[in-house]
């Protein structure tokens, strides 16, 4: 049971820290305390910056643009005078993260740990009462080592993906996977979410980008598990444990991850297609003919790229005529001509069998690059059309066509007028299925008024297929409670034992992935 400190342990914080380490001001806390889009909301009394002395976390900069969180004061003044609060902590090592977890697990305080803070499930905010600690993890953002003769990185947990893009690139290798937030997702959010992205056909998701971890347990022990063995047998593979528990059983402060060589080359297409079903046929095909060279393939309906269109400034469409589906195809490799050539050859053949109705091949880098901008740009476009339900599920791949067809209409059947879009990575039949309330309504009111009821047929239509109601962002809050009621008791009884057994009193991240055993005191 997790309890809010008392107001000795906030004192002796305050002498330790001293004043630059320990704030009431409630401007200096708004900015850490709700995630990116505002859509969950935490509260603090006080906040911890700690300087790097007496094991104590060091001071991180306390600036976020992209947050902001609107408290009334009248609360703020009240929690203040009752000392619920702990506030916020930016270690800048793996010491001071184990030094900070010891003191919180001996006076019983929850800790929400905290990275990029680009998560769209509030698996990294805390919550309402006030009570939890949360730990930032930004400034530990070293990367420690890169080895390019075993093609490995160990890099920490507060790590911009975009930055160890680069800094594997100036090695001649890269980190295989890549998202649309890699500017602010840092790594140790990717590898607590199981991170994933259009490159998960060819390389998988951060499990298979895993070869270790580092992580602080709930008790404030270091697990040392970076070495990238190939062979070890003791037991539970607690390294992808890690992988996808959302801070749930321990903070994970670095890993040791995979690189492959760089690409020289890479060759992009853009495909008019009839039907999903023709796109999962022409998948089959270009798999089988181009190998290892094919990274990425996605869908993409006609829908969304006009939405692109009406409201991204400087996007055109690659072809000429709208067609029914697009698919976005990426090969990679040494060679530019000849993985030219062999797109150009596969999809010759199915252009003759009418297999696909138009394609445009990228000329230059730049055109390859205004290819994925629409892609990436589909989810800007749709918030800019108006209030939608948000998915992101994932189906057996042969299922996903079947997934696209036959969901609009059991939402249309529950809710007249309901429009459904579905759009993603078909390699790896992860769907981003966006629900549209009625023309005409109050959008945001029917979300308010149905959300609940129309997500509930989206999640059991996907379990039914054999899917997940996650793919890759997480469970956090949002899917908490859907997942506790529709999927497999097994399951639920799984990962219930898992984070009793590492966390038995239940202060890493509560509240998320799971529900809590008992009420917060």
């Not at 900070?100 to 998560?119: D, E, L, M």
């Not at 009884?493 to 966390?503: C, E, I, N, P, S």
Request: proline share 6%; hydrophobic share 45%.
């Amino acid at each position: 049971m997790t309890q809010p400190p008392s107001a000795d342990l906030l004192t002796r914080l305050a002498d330790l820290l001293g004043p630059k380490g320990f704030s009431r001001d409630p401007d200096d806390m708004a900015p850490w305390l709700t995630d990116w889009r505002g859509g969950y909301r935490g509260q603090a009394g006080a906040m911890l910056a700690p300087a790097d002395r007496e094991g104590g976390a060091a001071v991180g900069p306390l600036t976020a643009p992209w947050l902001f969180l609107n408290i009334p004061q009248s609360w703020l003044f009240a929690a203040l005078g009752l000392m619920m609060a702990v506030g916020v902590v930016f270690p800048a090592n793996t010491a001071e993260v184990a030094a900070t977890v010891a003191i919180c697990a001996r006076a019983g305080i929850a800790i929400v740990p905290q990275g990029g803070n680009s998560g769209m499930v509030g698996g990294a905010t805390p919550d309402a009462t006030g009570h939890q600690l949360l730990l930032s993890l930004r400034r530990m953002n070293r990367i420690r080592d890169i080895d390019v003769g075993a093609g490995l990185a160990i890099v920490e947990a507060g790590v911009v993906l975009e930055h160890l893009h680069g800094a594997a690139l100036a090695h001649g290798l890269r980190f295989p996977l890549t998202l649309g937030g890699k500017g602010s997702a840092t790594v140790g959010g990717l590898v607590s979410t199981n991170a994933g992205g259009p490159q998960v056909l060819r390389f998988g998701t951060m499990r298979a980008l895993v070869e270790g971890v580092e992580a602080i347990l709930p008790d404030g022990e270091i697990l040392d598990a970076l070495a990238p063995l190939k062979k070890d047998n003791r037991g539970y593979d607690l390294r992808h444990l890690f992988c996808g528990a959302e801070g749930t059983i321990g903070i994970v402060t670095a890993a040791t991850l995979r690189l492959v060589p760089a690409a020289a080359a890479r060759c992009t297409a853009w495909i008019g297609l009839a039907s999903p079903d023709d796109a999962l046929l022409l998948l089959r095909r270009l798999d089988a003919a181009l190998g290892r060279t094919l990274e990425g393939f996605e869908l993409i309906p006609d829908a969304c790229l006009q939405a692109v269109l009406r409201h991204i400034p400087q996007t055109r469409a690659p072809l000429a005529a709208s067609d029914p589906w697009y698919a976005l195809v990426e090969l990679a490799g040494d060679d530019g001509d000849a993985l030219t050539e062999a797109l150009e050859s596969s999809l010759a053949k199915a252009l003759e069998d009418g297999l696909i109705r138009d394609v445009a091949i990228a000329k230059s880098e730049s055109e390859s690059e205004q290819f994925w901008r629409l892609r990436d740009s589909i989810s800007e476009a749709e918030r800019a059309e108006g209030p939608a339900l948000q998915h992101d599920v994932s189906v057996p791949v042969d299922r996903m066509p079947q997934f696209i067809a036959e969901n609009p209409a059991r939402l249309d059947a529950a809710f007249p007028g309901t429009r459904a879009l579905s759009f993603g990575h078909l390699g790896d039949g992860n769907v981003h299925h966006h629900v549209q309330p009625p023309v005409g309504v109050d959008g945001r009111a029917w979300i308010a008024a149905h959300g609940e009821d129309a997500s509930r047929i989206v999640y059991t239509h996907v379990l039914e297929l054999g899917g997940s109601i996650s793919a890759e962002h997480g469970i956090g809050q949002m899917k908490r409670d859907m997942l506790a009621e529709l999927d497999s008791p097994a399951r639920l009884a799984a990962l219930r034992a898992v984070k009793d057994g590492l966390d038995p009193l239940g202060l890493f991240n509560p509240g998320k992935l799971v529900a809590q055993k008992a009420p917060l005191a």
